[in-house]
């Protein structure tokens, strides 16, 4: 037994350093990353050709887009944790198997029903890909350098998953119709599964750990209602006794959770990691850059659409500058932090997001003749500070924690960053929902400014937590 676990540490070992290997790994790890995100935004394109062919509603809809949220959400940190303890390796192809299988479910669906149901296996097999895509890179690129340049290359593929989205989504549903969208995934999640099968090695499980069943079941409770409760107020407000009830229920049971992982001796998110400077920085700025930008992927592709008459295909080409830059930025990060540190390149990718967020005012409020083109610049700005800022941020993290701790981690950034999304894509939907039919354009101005406005102080704040990153590499 001792002397197979020790073969394999060997075996482990010298793949990791085989440059070739370790690149196909890294291809793996980045689609895991990149289909999760690229499902997030390939669906919002598709929401109004759902709604024909299956019926549903508004609320329905609404609900194909969020069960894949709440359970991505919710089961994040319990993911990573399994990937501590029982390998990150097999808990990715887990993940890659259960997506892919979902997506196929969602591509033959008869029902909306059906469909929501399957959108919630995708978020479970989201969860696992998120975390522990994540954890295998950093084991297989332990030198802090070369992580860089791979986290450079992860988070590429993520972001410009997301601003594909749309374009590919408008193509597809074009020329094959809205299921396409969902049998999309798998090959990718095929190739990805062959990948990791074929060319990744487990992570070493994390010995003397126990599954901690309360604490992840609090860390469930926590996340979903937040989310739940986010979400229910982009459609009735905050003031609303299920909102407010939702939100209550996330303190009591966060606080739980709290006291729960205080009082273990193994706890599934050890909260002492939040004592390093470079941890709970990273977590915090991930938390604001997404409420920055992820709603903006979904209001503009609705703004286009609905107010500007754009077909989904003209939408989506609308964000082809943006998915450029985001990938130019991603891909030099890694070498601009090897240059500058990584508190240097987040600080500098949070001014230039803000920025962005700033024009993003100036455009509304100036109501200039060419708004789509002078937003799509603004937009790919703020792409380009983001893609600077994400690197920077999620190589510090791995920075911070031992190997052992590398998949909680990534579920903790993973964790603050979706509930950053959901944050910010309801902020932005609410001054969307007040606009009916007969939409005014001084109105449009008055009320879309204003979260914007809101965004700015939100890069404002990710400059700050950027800054108490200290510089590595």
Sequence with gaps: MHLGHRVETVRAGSLRRTP?????????????????????????????????????????????????TLTF???????????????????????????????????LVPSIGALIAARAVQGIGA???????????????????????????????????????????????????????????????????????????????????????????????????LAAATIQAGSTGFRTPLVLGGYALAVVTGTAFVVIERGRAQPMLPLWLFRSRAFSAAVCAGLLINVVFYGLIFAFSLFLQRHEGFSPLSAGLAFLPVTVFIMVSDLGAGRAIQAFGTRSVGTAGSLVMGAGCLAMVGVLAANVPALVTALVAALTVTGFGIGLAVTAITSALLGSVDESRSGIASGALTAFRQTGSVLGGRLVRLPVRRYGRHWRPRSRIRDLSRPHSGRGCGCAMATVRCRSIRTTG
């Design 20 to 68: 070739s290997h370790r690149g196909l790994v890294l291809a793996a790890a980045t689609l895991g990353f990149g289909v999760i995100q690229l499902d997030v935004s390939v669906v919002n394109v598709a929401v109004k050709s759902i709604g024909t062919a299956l019926g549903g509603g508004v609320t329905g809809l609404q609900w194909v887009i969020d069960a894949y």
């Design 73 to 107: 959400a919710a089961l994040i940190l319990s993911a990573g944790s399994l990937g501590d303890r029982r390998g990150a390796r097999r808990v990715l192809l887990g993940g890659f198997a259960l997506f892919t299988l979902a997506s196929a479910g969602c591509g």
């Design 127 to 225: 969860a696992a890909l998120g975390a522990c895509s994540l954890a295998l890179l950093n084991h297989t690129y332990p030198e802090p350098a070369q992580r860089a340049r791979a986290v450079g290359v992860w988070t590429a593929g993520g972001a410009a998953a997301l601003a594909a989205g749309p374009l590919l989504g408008g193509l597809l549903i074009a020329a094959v119709g809205w299921r396409s969208i969902f049998f999309i995934n798998l090959p990718l999640g095929a190739i990805g599964y062959w990948l990791t099968v074929r060319y990744a090695t487990e992570t070493a499980p994390a010995t003397g750990r126990n599954a901690d069943l309360l604490g992840q079941l609090a860390a469930v409770a926590a996340l979903f209602s």
